[in-house]
């Protein structure tokens, strides 16, 4: 089994940290040791491991992703929009899923890391899937 955090965006696209939702999982299933997996099933979202301290840092992410692939029209593949398609190549390079470590009950993360849900094409009401395996 596994179960699902719901993710409220804003408009455009946006980094929402995460991690306390994805504790509390691990929390409620009582598990001391194991693994802490997540998947995005989204095609216009992702999910990222980065620094939570600085909350420039979430925007300056933001800014040169949406830099690296702006919204263009002449993309190939524009069956829905263009924002749709750069969101596509968005999510592949960013990546929809996230594998964390769990021990004494807690994510194994660095001091200033956090669990980001990045959305490409909010806002919308999206989900992360966390499958945790007893170790």
């Known amino acids: 089994m596994h179960e699902t955090i719901y993710v409220d965006t ?9 991690t306390e939702q994805v504790q509390e999982v691990v929390r409620d299933n009582g598990i001391q ?7 995005v099933p989204h095609t216009t979202a992702a999910i990222t491991i980065n620094s939570y301290l600085d909350p420039e840092t979430a925007q300056d992410i933001v800014n040169d992703v ?8 002449d993309f190939h593949h524009i069956f829905d929009t263009p924002a749709d398609a750069a969101g596509h190549i968005k999510a ?7 594998t964390v470590l769990i021990e004494e009950g807690n994510l194994v993360l660095g001091d200033s890391q956090g ?15 966390v499958k945790i395996v007893k170790g």
């Open 10 to 18: 804003p408009k455009g696209d946006s980094l929402t940290l995460i």
């Open 33 to 39: 040791s194991g693994i802490c997996f997540l998947i």
């Open 115 to 129: 669990l980001f849900f990045y959305d490409f094409d909010g806002p919308r009401r999206r989900k992360v899937l």
């Open 92 to 98: 592949s390079l960013i990546g929809n899923n996230e």
């Open 66 to 73: 949406r830099r690296l692939v702006p919204t263009r029209t």
